[in-house]
């Protein structure tokens, strides 16, 4: 028979175990809540993200209401007082004048009216468009024998070379609509045929496009040339579904030149491959997608994805220093356009006023967001938060963030890049994928040309006439 007290030390010592297994148990179930409630907080913070918020295309809104970061100006809707306002105002020259004959007698006393001796009383013009219909021209050559037996005969010019074949100006407004307009083949067949009369087969349309794009290898080069020796890039690069398979647009882009790309892959193998960015020595305005860290030049970073970011955190965190952040990096910008106008750079006093908030601001988020330590037993670095990642980012990338403010040559939003990629995108939704990679590419190599012409105030039009009459735009 046990003694008492080694009855009650086993009661304790049971007790013991019981009151750990328990502890474990809770602190088992206290990391698992803290993970559900990490896990929550995320899926609402993804709920939650719009195209004014996050890098999201405004496509995948719906009918979520969105932030703005305009502010009210207290005007009217409509034009405003001392607007220049625009009409269609009477030429002095019209194409066809129509006169309204009077009557040949008078009504009252019968005499003779003589519409020649009428004196113009008023005048209403119409404008509108011809109705029209395509027009054959036929090109003959002569054959004649002298009569010394010797037979003469010419032949067509170098542009004509078939016995039937289509101008450049309907081959050019094909291209035209398919790859500037982004109309389907079908589709911009069917116009062709209600406006012109000329019923155009989709595959020759395709032939017309990639006959384009041979056409255009050394403008493209050219372009790639500018790019390259521009003081600004900006660049991007964006999903494009190719042959049912995924793809990636790539684009740079400075205020007078474009360059598009494909290729399968999106990081550091694309930039090398198409050779367009791997030596350039200027200034390059991106997203902070990581592989653009690779090259090695001036780097700046898209002021308009970081407001998105700011929003986005100020609406899930509820903390002050992001609404900070956001009028801070706005003021700046228009600091800056207020400089340009005057073509002055601001002064140094104003640019480390405005870098000293920026790093207070800075400070005092991190001081609300501390890093999360790593759970017991997990391998790896331990998962940080959106505002974490934020704003370590903020703070180790400070000068690309503010370049805009000591280089008034930088913008201070990623736009251009932004806006060459929408058209793209365009294309894909109206007319579904590219059925092949060559489509693709020939795509990305007219577009190119047309948005550089584009840029440099030529029509697009214009511009593809100029391609198919053999002598295309000198876009340097």
Partial sequence: MQEPDATADLTLQAMNEKAQALQGQVQ????????????????????????????????????????????????????????????LEQTDRPDIVIRHALPERCDACQATLSNSDAQVHRRGQVFDIPAVRFEVVEFQTLQLRCPCGKLHENEFAPEVCEVAQYGPNVRALAVHLTQGQLLPFARAGELIKDLYGLDISPATLVQWVHEAAQALVPTVQAIVQSVQAAAVVHVDESGLRVASCLQWLHTAATAT????????????????????????????????????????????????????????????????????????????????????????????????????????????????????????????????????NLLRRLLEREQEVLRFMRDLGVPFTNNLAERAIRMPKVKQRISGCFRTLPGAQNFCTIRSYLDTARKQGFGMLHAMRAVFSGQALALA
Avoid at 45 to 69: E, M
Avoid at 294 to 311: F, N, P, Q
């Fill in 257 to 388: 030149h474009t360059w598009y790309g494909v290729h399968p892959k999106r990081g550091m193998q694309a930039i090398a491959d198409h050779g367009v960015l791997p030596n350039y020595a200027g200034t390059l305005v991106h997203d902070c997608w990581a592989p653009y860290w690779s090259l090695e030049c001036a780097h700046s970073l898209c002021g308009a994805h970081l407001l998105r970011e700011l929003i986005y955190q100020k609406e899930t965190t509820a903390q002050a220093w992001p609404q900070g952040l956001i009028e801070l990096l706005l003021a700046a910008d228009q600091a800056c356009k207020a400089a340009r106008q005057t073509d002055t750079a601001l002064q140094a006093v104003q640019v480390e006023v405005f870098a000293s908030q920026y790093r207070a601001l800075v400070q005092e988020g991190q001081a609300q967001n501390l890093p999360a330590a790593k759970a017991l037993g997990q391998r790896g670095r331990a998962k940080q938060s959106g505002a974490f």
């Fill in 28 to 87: 088992a179930l206290t990391s698992e809540v803290e993970r559900l409630r990490l896990r929550i907080k995320e899926l609402e913070g993804q709920a939650s993200k719009n195209s004014k918020n996050s890098s999201k295309p405004p496509s995948s809104d719906g009918l979520k209401k969105t932030t703005s970061l305009r502010v009210a100006s207290g005007r009217k809707p409509g034009g405003q007082a001392g607007h220049a306002g625009k009409t």
